[in-house]
């Protein structure tokens, strides 16, 4: 299903196929901002990573005595989540934990997505609420997919990302697994932008630690056209498409990160954005401003 927020800035579609925002179009030029989830190429619009963020060791979780399969990026990006409310501004949609869930993670819990549209800007809070009668570690991630270029008269080297303030980028490595080793490395030194090109993701993501900047946007050059991400507060920003010459760029807050190669299966001891008691509930919010 999917449900619709509109406002005099914005056209914001919201699917309850992982709880993603499928499309928004800034009324004064029509732009679609959302990747479209082309399957040849790669099939999501904007997913949330739950209960991890990237890959486990092994491709699996031990949890409560048993093991559990566990694909990259948890299973609430592949799930149907249900429909909760809705107002003039906001939607809620909520992901339960069910025979299927506890297949994957032997906890019970609560997900939810509420989407709340101001003005140009679209607001998307998870909320993680444990309902077992134990103690919940978990990751959180978002994965939004963002087009490029915004029009036919541009193409994606006419788009560069920005910092807000002057970064020298430190950079974690989980490459070639997708595990992480303990390798960091420098994306610029003392810089405000990156130039989108065929070389900025050649060779997968980059997961950038610890920036000062309150916002990495994706921004066309010359007209002031953007996509900016409120990254106040999230410890880890990553930014990703596909090699070649990008077709969308993801700008991705994390709470967690990938799995050490050599760390444990144990879910109680993998890092994580936060260990819940009983009763307890953990959110965050990704704000999102698309401005011209």
């Known amino acids: 299903m999917e449900y619709t927020l509109e406002n005099d800035y914005l056209k914001v579609t919201v699917t ?26 790669w099939g999501y619009h904007a997913p949330i990573l739950f209960p991890h963020a990237g890959k486990v060791v092994d491709g699996v979780i031990e949890a409560k005595g048993k093991t559990y399969a566990s694909g990259q990026h948890g299973f609430a990006r592949g799930m149907e989540h249900a429909f909760v409310d809705q107002t003039a501004d906001t939607i809620v949609l909520e992901l339960c934990a069910c025979p299927e869930t506890l297949e994957r993670f032997p906890y019970e819990f609560r997900l939810v997505s509420t989407f709340t549209l101001e003005n140009d800007t679209l607001h998307h809070t998870l909320t993680v609420e444990n309902l077992d009668e134990e103690r919940m570690p978990f990751g959180i991630g978002y994965h939004p997919a963002f087009a490029v270029p915004f029009d036919d008269q541009h193409q994606a080297t006419d788009y560069e990302l920005r ?112 260990i819940l008691e009983p009763g307890e509930a953990w959110s965050c919010t990704l704000s999102t401003s698309f401005v011209r």
């Open 16 to 41: 309850t196929w992982g709880a993603q925002v499928k499309s928004v179009v800034r009324k004064c030029d029509g732009v679609e901002h959302i990747w479209q989830a082309d399957p040849a190429v």
């Open 163 to 274: 910092f807000s303030q002057m970064e020298s980028p430190l950079c974690v490595n989980n490459l070639p697994l997708g595990l992480m080793h303990g390798d960091c490395y420098y994306l610029g030194s003392n810089i405000q932008t990156l130039a989108i090109d065929d070389k900025l993701f050649a060779n997968d993501s980059h997961c950038m630690v610890n920036l000062q900047s309150q916002t990495l946007g994706l921004y066309e050059k010359g007209t002031g056209r953007g996509v900016v991400c409120n990254i106040e507060g999230f410890p880890y920003v990553l930014i990703w498409s596909k090699p070649g010459m990008p077709k969308f760029v993801c700008i991705e807050p994390w709470h967690s990160l990938p799995s050490p190669e050599n760390g444990s299966r144990r879910w109680e001891e993998k890092p994580a954005a936060a």
